[in-house]
């Protein structure tokens, strides 16, 4: 009864959250171009996507689904684009909590 008791108390004491998760070597997409770079995202050049900025950032995932970031995601994607001298072929690794389409971002670096 007492292991009960503190195992109902510690659940309620650390509330349910979601996890983060880790996503390697994905393309990064701005969200503008993000169905017409699903045919070759390693052609999606580096100007291009500066030029779409302000539509946003997100991954084409492993099954081909766009996942948009959030705000502070996509500004990092922004500061990690602009201090790059790739052309093309974006690839990042991004950590964050999937929230249905949504990823908010936790730590972001270009591949």
Known sequence: MKTAFFLI????????SASAETWKNVAIVDTMCSV??????????TKCALACAESG???LAPD???L???????????AALKNTK??????????????????????????
């Not at 108390?9 to 349910?16: D, V």
């Not at 970031?69 to 922004?78: H, R, T, Y």
């Not at 790739?86 to 591949?111: C, M, N, P, Y």
């Open 9 to 16: 108390t510690l659940a309620l004491a650390f509330p349910f």
């Open 36 to 45: 017409k770079a699903k045919a070759d995202p390693d052609k999606h050049t």
């Open 57 to 59: 950032f997100g991954i």
């Open 64 to 66: 081909s689904s766009y």
């Open 68 to 78: 948009k970031f959030d705000d502070a995601g996509s500004q990092k994607v922004v």
């Open 86 to 111: 790739k052309a093309d072929r974006l690839r990042g690794t991004v950590t964050g909590e999937r929230d249905g389409e949504t990823i908010k971002v936790q730590s972001f670096s270009l591949d």
